[in-house]
C-alpha cells in the first residue's frame, strides 16, 4: 500500500495546486474589469443628495478596506489570500452589506439539491437503458427510446426548457414555471414548502433530465455494442452464464468505467450551477447568483462563485482518481 | 468401429449472405462437410486461413448470427435428443448442456477471461450451476482441477491480466474442463503461445482428456500440432472438407493432390531437398472455381475436375477423400 498511499499524497498536491492556480486566473480576471466597485458604491450612496466631501474620502476609505482594495497590489493580493483561506469573499456589491458567503450558502442547496438529482436520475437511467439496448439490439421499446434519444439529443437545452414551460405553464398550467418555491409559503422544513419545492422543481429537473439521459444513454448503447463483441463476452454467451450475471458483471460493468469518469466530471460541475436552467425557471441557484452578479460587476460574488466551482470540479476529479483502482483492477499505481 | 459417434456432422453447409446496395454477396464458408467424431477421440481439423474452419466450428456450436446462415444439413450431438442441432435449440436444453456436456476452449484465449473479475469469480460464474453444492465443496473441486493442470490455488485470486499468457491458456483450458464434459471446442488453443508453451498445453489437453475421456475437436492450422496430438484428422480446402481420415493414414499416404502438397511441405529433419510451395493463392470464396475447387492450383486436373464436384469416396478403413484423380475412381 506504500505506492498507493505515495500516489495519494501526490494526486492531493496536484489538487491543491490546481485549485490555487484556477482561484489565482479567477482573481486577475475579475480585477481586470473596468468596473470599479467602491465608486460604484459611493455613487449610489451620493446620488441621494448632498455628501460632504471629507464623509466621501471617509466612506472611501473604509469601503476599500472592506473591499480588500486598500494599499498596492501586492498588498490586495496577500490580504485577498488571508481572506480565502478564512473562507471569507467580502461582501457583495449587488447585496451590500450582505457577505459573499451567505450569498452563496444560500444558493447553493437549491443548485446542488436540483442538479445533483438530475444528474444522478439521468446517469443511472440512461446508462441502463442505454445498456439494455446495446444488449438486446431488437427490443422494440429500447429502439423506439433510442430514436427518441437521438432526436431529443441534439435540440438545444433552452428550445427543450422552454417548450416544457410553454406546454405545463400556458397551454395545460399545472406546474409553476419560475421560482424556487411559492413566495407566500415560510421557508424551512415544513410539509408546504417541501411539497412547493418539490412542485416548483418539476419542470427544471425534468428539462434537465430530458437533455441529459440522452448522451449517458448513447455513449453507454455504444460502449456496451463494442463491449458484447468481445471475446470474453462471447465466450461467457456460450459457456451458459446467466443473463444476469452477464449483464451486471460481464457487460455494464465493463463498460462503466468511462462512465463513471464522466459522472465525477458533471457532479463536479453542479457547483457551476445550471445557468441557463436556473434564468429560464427564475431558480434561486448558484447560476442566477452568478449572472446577477456578472451584470452588477459584483467581483467578490463573481470570485466567490468560481472559487466554489474550481474547488467542486477539482475535488470529484481527485476523488475518482483515488478510486479508480478499485473499479478497474488493472490501473496500477506505479511504484 | 460399432460405438455411437459424439458427434456426427452431416452435409452441412452454412453460407454468409449479405446483401448491400442491392449488390448481392453468398459466400460458401461450410460447404456439404459429413464427417463422424468417436467418443474418447481428438478429432483434428486442418487447412490454411479462410478454409472455413473456424466457420465450421461456429456452425457445429450453434453460434450462427447474420451474416452467417445455415443453409442445410446438421451437426448432430448424441446428447442433444435426435434431429437437432445446437442452433436453434431451446435455450433451457442449451443451458443444460453447455459446460457440462460441451464446453469450448476459443481462439485467441487471450482474451476469453472477463479483465475486471477474479478467477475465481469466473470459475463460480461458468460452472457452479452444473456441479452444485456449496460454496466450499466447489471451491475445493476448483483447486483440485487446477492442481491437475499444475497450477497454484493463488491463480484464484488474481485478475486475468496479472497472469502470464501461458498460465491465462492453462486456466482455460481448467475451466473448459472443469465440468468434466463430453465434448470439447479447441479452436486454434495454442496459436498465439510460444513452442515451449505451446508443448506443455498440447500435453495438458491430451493428458486431462486421456482421463475424462472427452471428445475433442481441435482445430488449428499447424500440421505438427496435428501430428502431435490428434487421432483424426480432416483437411479443408475453401469450405470443403477434401479428405478425412486418421492422423496417422494422411500423414503416411496422403491421398488429395493438395493435402500431399500440405504434408510434402513439412520439414523433416535430415531431408535437405528444398520444399516447393503451391502455386497460386486460395481461391475467393465469394466466386469459387467451377467444379473441384482445387483444380486451378491442382497438377492433376483433367476435365472433369472443372466441371464436376467430388464427392467423399471412403478408399480404405476410416479413409476418405474427395478427388476425381485419386486411384479408385471407380465408386
Known amino acids: ?335 | 468401429m460399432t460405438t455411437q459417434p459424439i458427434l456426427r456432422v452431416d452435409h452441412l453447409k452454412a453460407h454468409f449472405r449479405s446483401s448491400y446496395f442491392g449488390v448481392y454477396r453468398e459466400v460458401p464458408a461450410v460447404d456439404d462437410i459429413s464427417f463422424d467424431v468417436a467418443p474418447n477421440e481428438i478429432f483434428g481439423l486442418a487447412g490454411e486461413s479462410s478454409s472455413g474452419k473456424t466457420t465450421l466450428m461456429k456452425t457445429i456450436a450453434g453460434l450462427i448470427t447474420p451474416p452467417l446462415e445455415l443453409i442445410g444439413g446438421k451437426a448432430q450431438f448424441s446428447f442433444m435428443p435426435p434431429e437437432t442441432n445446437l442452433y436453434g435449440a431451446d435455450p433451457a436444453q442449451l443451458a443444460r448442456i453447455r459446460w457440462s456436456k460441451l464446453s469450448y476452449i476459443m481462439q485467441g484465449s487471450m482474451n476469453v477471461l472477463n479483465p475486471l473479475r477474479q478467477i475465481r469469480s469466473i470459475f463460480r460464474d461458468f460452472a457452479a450451476v452444473h456441479i452444485g453444492g456449496s460454496n466450499s465443496d466447489f471451491e475445493t473441486k476448483t483447486v483440485n482441477h487446477l492442481s491437475r493442470l499444475r497450477l497454484d490455488p493463488s491463480v484464484l485470486d488474481a485478475y486475468p491480466h496479472e497472469l502470464s499468457g501461458g498460465m491465462r491458456q492453462r486456466v482455460t483450458i481448467a475451466l473448459a474442463t472443469i465440468c468434466r464434459p463430453d465434448f470439447i471446442i479447441a479452436d486454434e488453443p495454442t496459436t498465439a503461445l510460444d513452442v515451449i508453451v505451446q508443448k506443455e498445453v498440447l500435453g495438458m489437453i491430451r493428458s486431462i482428456q486421456r482421463e475424462m475421456g472427452s471428445s475433442v475437436l481441435f482445430v488449428t492450422h499447424d500440421m505438427g500440432v496435428h501430428a502431435a496430438l490428434t487421432d483424426k484428422l480432416g483437411i479443408m480446402y475453401a469450405g470443403c472438407l477434401v479428405e478425412a481420415g486418421r492422423t496417422a493414414d494422411i500423414f503416411n499416404a496422403p491421398q488429395h493432390p493438395y493435402t500431399r502438397h500440405l504434408i510434402h511441405s513439412l520439414p523433416r529433419i535430415g531431408d535437405t531437398v528444398q520444399r516447393t510451395g503451391l502455386t497460386g493463392t486460395p481461391p475467393n470464396l465469394a466466386n469459387p472455381p467451377s467444379g473441384c475447387r482445387f483444380h486451378p492450383r491442382c497438377p492433376l486436373a483433367s476435365d472433369i475436375c472443372r466441371t464436376e464436384r467430388p464427392m467423399m469416396r471412403q478408399i480404405a478403413t476410416e479413409h476418405r477423400v474427395a478427388c476425381h484423380a485419386v486411384a479408385g475412381d471407380d465408386a
Open chain 1, 1 to 335: 500500500m506504500p505506492a498507493y498511499f505515495n500516489f495519494a499524497i501526490k494526486r492531493l498536491w496536484q489538487f491543491v495546486l490546481v485549485v490555487f492556480i484556477g482561484i489565482n486566473i479567477a482573481y486577475v480576471i475579475t480585477h481586470v474589469t473596468p468596473i470599479d466597485p467602491v465608486e460604484q458604491s459611493i455613487s449610489a450612496v451620493t446620488s441621494f443628495g448632498n455628501t460632504s466631501p471629507e464623509a466621501i474620502a471617509d466612506m472611501r476609505r473604509s469601503l476599500q478596506e472592506l473591499y480588500g482594495l486598500k494599499g498596492d497590489w501586492i498588498e490586495q493580493y496577500i490580504s485577498f489570500w488571508r481572506r480565502i483561506l478564512q473562507a471569507d469573499f467580502g461582501p457583495s456589491l449587488s447585496a451590500f452589506p450582505a457577505p459573499v458567503t451567505s450569498l452563496i450558502a444560500r444558493a447553493l442547496p437549491w443548485t446542488f439539491g436540483l442538479l445533483a438529482f438530475t444528474t444522478l436520475v439521468s446517469w443511472s437511467v440512461g446508462n441502463l437503458l442505454g445498456a439494455l439496448a446495446g444488449y438486446y439490439r431488437n427490443n422494440r421499446s429500447l429502439k423506439f427510446f433510442g430514436v427518441l434519444a437521438m432526436a431529443l439529443h441534439p435540440v438545444p437545452y433552452y428550445i427543450v426548457a422552454l417548450s416544457l414551460m410553454i406546454v405545463f405553464g400556458f397551454i395545460w398550467p399545472v406546474l409553476p414555471i419560475t421560482g424556487g418555491s411559492a413566495m407566500d409559503v415560510q421557508q424551512g422544513w415544513n410539509w408546504q414548502f417541501v411539497a412547493s419545492v418539490f412542485h416548483h422543481s418539476v419542470l427544471p429537473a425534468l428539462s434537465l433530465i430530458m437533455i441529459g439521459i440522452g448522451s449517458w444513454f448513447l455513449g453507454m448503447r455504444s460502449l456496451v455494442s463494442n463491449i458484447i463483441t468481445e471475446d470474453y463476452v462471447v465466450y461467457a454467451e456460450i459457456g451458459g452464464v446467466a443473463q444476469s450475471r452477464m449483464m451486471g458483471s460481464y457487460i455494464i460493468r465493463n463498460a462503466l468505467a468511462p462512465q463513471v469518469t464522466g459522472l465525477a466530471m458533471s457532479l463536479g460541475g453542479i457547483f457551476n450551477g445550471a445557468v441557463i436552467t436556473e434564468k429560464i425557471f427564475g431558480y434561486p441557484g448558484l447560476g442566477t447568483l452568478l449572472v446577477d452578479g456578472v451584470y452588477a460587476g459584483d467581483y467578490g460574488l463573481v470570485l466567490g462563485v468560481t472559487s466554489i466551482a474550481i474547488i467542486g470540479v477539482s475535488l470529484s476529479v481527485l476523488v475518482i482518481d483515488l478510486i479508480y483502482p478499485l473499479i478497474d483492477p488493472r490501473v496500477q499505481v506505479a511504484s
